[in-house]
């Protein structure tokens, strides 16, 4: 079983930033990505973020330049500093990770619960 838990949500004014942690546990050999995610109410889920080991992150264009994914591997960990929020940035925030249990199985996409972000103008 893995398990990931987020932290770090809350309500903040515009302008302001918050930081976002997921923390993976349960049996882990590797995990390959780890990605933010989010949706807002009405609207589809989407890609915020993303950071493969040992690569280059990805942003969606409407973060760049106001977000930074970053992980710590030793700690199964992923990051979301957001800076400069607005409005349009409230939503449910996902981490997601893609993991290998043991060597010999394939990697599969984990979840964690959410963590709501609300941004007021």
């Known amino acids: 079983q893995v398990q990931l838990v987020e932290s770090g949500g809350g309500s903040v004014q515009a302008g302001g930033s918050l930081r976002l942690s997921c923390v993976a546990s349960?049996?882990?050999?590797?995990?390959?990505?780890m990605a933010w995610y989010r949706q807002a109410p009405g609207k589809q889920r989407e890609l915020v973020a993303r950071?493969?080991?040992?690569?280059?992150?990805n942003y969606s264009d409407s973060v760049k330049c106001r977000f930074t994914i970053s992980r710590d591997n030793a700690k199964d960990a992923v990051f979301l500093q957001m800076n400069s929020l607005k409005p349009e940035d409230t939503a449910v925030y996902y981490c997601?990770?893609?993991?290998?249990?043991?060597?010999?199985?394939?990697?599969?996409?984990?979840w964690g619960q959410g963590t709501q972000v609300t941004v007021s103008s």
């Open positions: 997601n990770a893609d993991v290998k249990v043991t060597f010999y199985t394939s990697t599969f996409s984990h």
């Open positions: 349960g049996t882990i050999f590797n995990i390959a990505a």
């Open positions: 950071i493969p080991s040992g690569g280059i992150p």
